[in-house]
């Protein structure tokens, strides 16, 4: 803290900031304990800006008191239409005093008064008496009429200074006069009417002319006739109190002295442990006790024997190893090895340099091999890294077999929080230590565009390599003790880490592509999407860029005077997206030639272009990477390709489907959970149709539409049915009416009545609904089956729409999870019964409920067989689960 020749007091208003911060946005904060904490991390903040950019030697947090003040007393109604402090918001105050207290800023809070009061008596005595500089930080215009030439106004959010001059400026009066406009004009936060019809420029014009209500209530006979005058003359012995509520009161019953609010050194312990306690990661770091991280124990080993002896001295004392390898490629499967770095115990760590290249001295790969494979193929050794699964992967292919794969930073992250966007090591050094990681960016600096890090000399690649297993050691630590806490240690240890071995092998495998057939639907997309420029140019009477949205814009809603329905985001003109050429289908036949043609194209470019691009030259396979941390529900998705999107029901997806093939002398066998997700919803609601339904194995849309419809089941129609099927999985994803009515091309009153319909005869369901927002909104998160837990930020929400989609959220993650759940734990049985037989099956993808497998054509019937066994008795539900499979030599033939 800087000292002050002449001292300026800082006191800022709590009890108005406190609303402020809880108002501020619409997105929630929740603690890993469910409690809420908008307010605190909010103020918290504005609190560190305040000693961040004043940093001042005296400050004071002024509360208002809790109970009735003498304004009550003086008049009854006073602040009576203030809604009592919202649950969620009395909760936190606690909270945000004690962060306050262990920043060091003093706080004051005085029975029978109010924030401002307390503001005004320092205004009053440090100001006024004692010719000291004052800043109220407020933002409530209450304060005004403290400001004088030593005591001004500044509001941190707005950062806006209001000083005498400016206040003058502004009003055309003196503070002192404040309390008579607001007696006048009224001030409905605080409950003072004032004179009906009477706003701030009227009572300014009148203080202007009058400088007081006194003189005004006086000289009432010299204004002209007028309702004004009437009105005046009416409310004019209610003034004077209106203007006492308005007025603040400096006589405290305490005395107020400078030391009182002299800052106090801020206690880093107590600062660290609340900010652990409220989830404030972003924070910790300004106050933990964190040290830079030591990197002068970092080792950069060439020799073989040194290696060795390193691992010796540390393997005996040691039951853990981190590792993490430096490559040429973002891809497993095509990286080359360009060194290694281990750790046992941090902050020691090494890097072995093998393929850096114009490097004077490194390890060759031979002898890395004959050093690291007994350390990592010892089952005894855990192995740890972050995103080890690439490591995995890349080792494989080097010769190095990895056993024991005990844990995975960015996995132990999602799993803490599975909406955040990003768990790269990074952000996690960042947040959990506040340590600013080396970026790939600085330790590649001077290189070329084209140079990949084996040309990063290994002096320099030491560092950058070394402080990723010592910063992975450090943050493994942490996470491992909160996911013990928060229940979540059974479903990493027990399912997210050995799945990880799962996915590499997997991603190992690939999947064989029919090349000659690639080809061939190359040819044929290209000329179909030839002919749909033709046949567009046709339509529209003339030539023009397909892919401009802007010249697109001008034939559709210029050329053809088709209505614009619709602006852009940016609202630069009119919109030719799905939705809107999807309505304009029914007026023209361009639009719908127009989405056939985007979709083919689209198509052609993902899967197509992206399949010839991604065929790995060695195996001729396509190496699809499975990814465990993106989705927020726990389902695995894909990348280089994304299989998750290829279309199922469409001619196109089919086609593309079946260039998936097996290899000669074996098949493909899928095996696709049948309805998992309402078998789910049937387990968790307990609804007696749904149990009935499934256990009796019957067609569930069927009964759905025979129930909604009120028709017997074999008078259902086959578009009965497609309602129903919509209803069902719309019903899971918490789908409105009007999303209902959307889909289905049907009323909001028709899709209403599906809904009520639905629910009248699935009572179960709505209480399972019902209940699951209430506890979400009680703990502020939800849990699947196996206890994977997602934190729904905006459940307490005051909009509206927002809150309805966290409530939507809330309902749907458990039935998704759940079943993300049970497809993870059936694909480590299924592998587990891979690895013991001697059926040569492999598991290639798992793609939405569906594993295709891939083994040797004599033993298919056994492994589908095997299959089937193994994933409809994982788990036991209160319904069957019930799985499809199917045998054949392309993807598309397992349908």
């Not at 969620?88 to 606690?94: E, G, N, R, T």
């Not at 019964?833 to 295709?852: M, S």
């Amino acid at each position: 803290m800087k000292p002050e020749t002449e001292p300026t007091i800082y006191v800022v208003d709590g009890s108005s900031y406190l609303y402020r911060a809880y108002f501020s946005t619409h997105r929630e904060f929740t603690s890993s304990a469910g409690l809420p904490t908008r307010a605190i991390y909010v103020m918290t903040n504005m609190m560190l800006k305040i000693l961040r950019e004043k940093d001042p030697e005296y400050i004071l947090v002024a509360w208002d008191a809790k109970g009735p003040t003498f304004r009550h007393e003086l008049y009854e109604d006073y602040k009576a239409n203030r809604p009592p402090m919202p649950e969620d918001l009395s909760i936190q105050v606690p909270y945000i005093r004690e962060v306050i207290d262990a920043l060091g800023i003093p706080q004051m809070e005085i029975s029978g008064f109010e924030a401002d009061d307390i503001m005004a008596a320092v205004a009053k005595k440090m100001g006024e008496q004692q010719h000291h500089r004052v800043i109220l930080v407020t933002g409530d215009k209450d304060m005004r009429q403290l400001v004088s030439e030593h005591v001004v106004l500044w509001d941190p959010m707005k950062d806006k200074i209001t000083d005498l001059e400016a206040f003058r400026g502004e009003f055309g009066i003196e503070p002192a006069q404040y309390p008579d406009v607001q007696a006048l004009s009224g001030d409905s936060s605080d409950n003072i009417p004032g004179v009906p019809g009477v706003g701030p420029k009227t009572a300014l014009k009148l203080i202007r002319q009058f400088g007081s209500i006194e003189n005004l209530v006086e000289n009432l006979e010299s204004l002209k006739a007028s309702k004004l005058k009437e009105r005046l003359i009416q409310h004019k012995d209610m003034l004077p109190l209106w203007k006492r509520l308005a007025s603040l009161d400096d006589n405290l019953p305490v005395e107020i002295t400078l030391e009182s609010m002299k800052r106090r050194e801020p206690d880093k312990k107590r600062l660290t442990e609340l900010f652990k306690k409220l989830d404030f990661e972003s924070l910790l770091s300004l106050f933990s006790n964190e040290e830079v991280l030591e990197k002068d124990k970092y080792q950069l080993i060439f020799d073989k024997k040194k290696l060795a002896d390193w691992l010796d001295s540390n393997l005996s004392s040691s039951s853990c190893l981190v590792i993490d390898t430096e490559t040429t490629s973002q891809h497993p499967m095509e990286a080359n090895l360009v060194g290694v770095s281990l750790c046992f115990s941090p902050p020691e760590a090494v890097y072995v340099p093998v393929g850096h290249k114009g490097a004077h001295a490194q390890m060759a790969m031979a002898d890395l091999l004959e050093v690291l494979s007994p350390l990592l193929e010892n089952k005894e050794l855990e192995k740890v890294g972050q995103n080890i699964k690439y490591d995995l992967i890349v080792l494989n292919r080097h010769g190095l077999e990895v056993e024991n794969i005990a844990g995975d930073t960015m996995i132990a992250s999602y799993l803490l929080d599975p909406t955040k966007r990003r768990h790269n090591l990074d952000e996690i050094a960042r947040d959990v230590l506040g340590h600013k990681m080396i970026s790939y960016k600085e330790v590649t600096k001077g290189l070329k565009r084209d140079m990949d890090f084996s040309h990063v000399p290994p002096e320099k690649a030491m560092e950058y390599s070394c402080e990723d297993v010592h910063v992975t050691a450090l943050v493994r630590e942490r996470f491992h003790e909160k996911l013990k806490k928060m229940g979540l240690w059974n479903l990493y240890s027990d399912v997210e880490v050995p799945l990880i071995e799962v996915l590499a092998k997997m991603e190992m495998n690939g999947v064989l592509i029919d090349q000659a057939g690639l080809e061939e639907l190359e040819e044929d997309f290209s000329k179909r999407l030839s002919e749909y420029v033709e046949k567009i140019y046709e339509l529209a009477g003339c030539e023009f860029n397909i892919n401009s949205t802007r010249q697109l814009a001008q034939v559709l809603f210029e050329k053809l005077n088709l209505p614009q329905l619709k602006k852009t985001k940016k609202k630069t003109g009119y919109s030719t997206d799905v939705e809107v050429l999807k309505a304009l289908s029914k007026l023209h036949p361009l639009p719908e030639t127009l989405l056939k043609y985007r979709n083919l194209a689209k198509l052609k470019s993902t899967y197509i272009d992206g399949l010839k691009r991604q065929i790995n030259p060695e195996t001729n396979r396509i190496h699809t990477s499975f990814n465990q941390t993106v989705t927020a529900t726990g389902r695995l998705s894909s990348s280089e390709p994304n299989l998750q999107n290829i279309p199922v029901r469409t001619d196109e997806g089919r086609r593309i489907r079946a260039l998936f093939i097996a290899e000669q002398g074996s098949m493909l066998v899928a095996a696709d959970y049948s309805q998992i997700d309402l078998r789910v919803l049937a387990h968790y609601s307990q609804d007696e149709n749904l149990l009935k339904a499934f256990r009796n194995d019957e067609d569930i849309h069927k009964r759905t539409a025979s129930l909604i419809f009120h028709v017997e089941p074999q008078f259902v129609t086959k578009d009965m049915r497609r309602v129903a099927k919509t209803v069902n999985f719309g019903i899971i994803y918490g789908m409105s009416a009007y999303g209902l009515a959307k889909e289905l091309d049907i009323s909001r009153k028709e899709a209403k009545e599906f809904i009520d319909a639905y629910f009248q005869r699935h009572p179960g369901v709505k209480r399972y609904m019902e209940e699951t927002i209430a506890r979400c909104r009680e703990s502020g998160y939800v849990e699947t089956i196996l206890g994977r837990r997602r934190y729904i930020k905006d459940i307490r929400a005051k909009s509206r729409n927002i809150r309805q989609f966290a409530e939507r959220t809330a309902i749907n993650t458990p039935i998704q999870g759940s079943a993300a759940d049970i497809i993870k734990l059936a694909m480590l049985r299924v592998h587990e019964r891979f690895e013991e037989n001697t059926t040569n099956a492999k598991l290639l993808l798992q793609v939405h409920d569906e594993l295709v497998v891939e083994c040797p054509e004599e033993v298919a019937p056994r492994v589908a067989q095997e299959l089937r066994e193994i994933m409809e008795n994982v788990v036991e539900l209160r319904v069957p689960l019930k799985v499809s499979v199917g045998m054949g030599k392309n993807w598309n033939e397992l349908k």
